[in-house]
């Protein structure tokens, strides 16, 4: 097997795990507050039936070594589901490159990057962190409208990224503002720069020489941001670890059984909650094209020959299939049964659906009321054994 496609299984692996890690620490916020976190419909995600799609089976489209539920429901939870949080972000990236850019060469512009960002600490409120975050860039925002038309900006694209680190939730906007292309922005830089600690001040926040920077030429540097493969290249070097851990690398130490990263992912989403992950405003209407969130992801979009052959469909009762996935189960149902799909057809799935509905019998004869379990009862390397396939 290629490197590439043995990198593309196992990251779908962990993408799928860290879905059904997602599904039990949400189940659990749910049983202990009796209230749901936004972004819970994760639990939903490649399970139900998506609407419209009435019959009582569970299907499985195979087309090369790609696996994925066809007619189930999509969660489209940016900050709960790596699986949908990475299908916007490659949208947006797509986006990027094959619209937003092309339009700024036509409209003679150019473009900076903004990082904002403000003190933080561990043991303060995180929903009070991402509020000033916000609140702050709303004062900022208005405070610059003339200087945005001084240098023909005409709109902005934001994304908000937020890392946990020893320091606690490190919430921070990337913006791409767009420019008349040849105007010197350097006293821009030092207007903006002051107007965001002035901000930041109002809100009640600290910002010191860190909490703002901005870059020129700087498209190919807001692509890198949000460059799926950089996460998984990169998630294990010293650099990744100083900066903190992403959502998804703490859902990974969640379902190795770390409690502190169960903690702090569900203290992350209670921050994060019904907040957007990108914004581009009235941009795009500005620049006469199609907008980010309409845009279909050309990257994964494959052009299929007449005669190519029909994709191998795995049906099987759907029933059983929500069983199986069940946040109840001890197991990532989701991604042991897209891998069976993906290296051993029909009767591997059947296999699999099998044994996992067995185990969340076990689970229930254990627990009369079956309250969700809090952490997967794995040994330290079960997640890299599924991950590389030798499971």
């Not at 051993?344 to 009321?369: I, P, Q, S, W, Y």
């Not at 009862?377 to 997640?383: C, G, P, R, S, T």
Request: net charge positive.
């Amino acid at each position: 097997m290629s490197n590439n496609k043995t990198k593309k299984i196992i990251f779908a692996n962990r993408e799928y795990i860290r879905v059904a890690t997602a599904s039990k620490l949400c189940a659990g916020y749910f049983n202990e507050h009796n209230k749901n976190l936004r972004g819970s419909s994760v639990m939903g995600c490649g399970r139900w039936k998506a609407y419209g799609y009435s019959n009582n089976l569970a299907e499985i489209e195979i087309e090369g070594d790609t696996a994925r539920m066809d007619g189930h429901f999509k969660c489209g939870g940016v900050w709960t589901c790596q699986h949908c949080g990475n299908a916007r972000t490659s949208q947006t990236r797509s986006w990027i490159r094959a619209a937003l850019i092309p339009a700024l060469e036509k409209n003679n512009l150019d473009a900076v990057m903004l990082t904002l960002t403000m003190a933080h600490s561990y043991d303060e409120n995180w929903n009070d962190s991402i509020s000033k975050l916000h609140n702050a860039f709303k004062v900022f925002d208005k405070n610059l409208s003339f200087q945005y038309k001084k240098i023909g900006a005409i709109g902005k694209l934001k994304s908000l990224e937020a890392p946990i680190g020893s320091n606690g939730i490190h919430g921070h906007f990337h913006i791409l503002l767009p420019y008349t292309k040849g105007i010197d922005v350097a006293k821009f830089e030092e207007f903006a720069r002051d107007e965001w600690d002035k901000a930041v001040e109002k809100v009640g926040g600290n910002c010191n020489e860190h909490g703002f920077d901005l870059k020129i030429n700087a498209i190919a540097d807001y692509l890198a941001k949000h460059d799926l493969s950089h996460e998984l290249a990169n998630q294990n070097t010293k650099n990744g670890r100083k900066k903190g851990s992403t959502l998804g690398q703490l859902l990974d130490k969640s379902a190795r059984g770390d409690k502190k990263s169960s903690a702090e992912w569900l203290r992350a989403i209670e921050a994060l909650q019904g907040r957007a992950r990108f914004h581009a405003g009235n941009l795009a209407k500005k620049l006469g094209i199609p907008n980010c969130t309409d845009w279909e992801d050309e990257e994964n979009i494959k052009e299929i020959p007449i005669d190519a052959p029909e994709p191998v469909r795995i049906r099987y009762s759907l029933d059983k299939h929500l069983k199986a996935t069940s946040p109840y189960s001890p197991r990532p149902g989701l991604a042991l049964i897209l891998r069976a799909a993906r290296t051993g057809g029909h009767d591997k799935v059947l296999e699999m659906v099998d044994a996992l509905c067995k185990e969340v019998d076990k689970v229930k004869l254990k627990t009369a009321n079956a309250p969700p379990i809090s952490f997967w009862d794995w040994d330290d390397d079960y997640l890299d054994r599924i991950a590389k396939g030798t499971r």
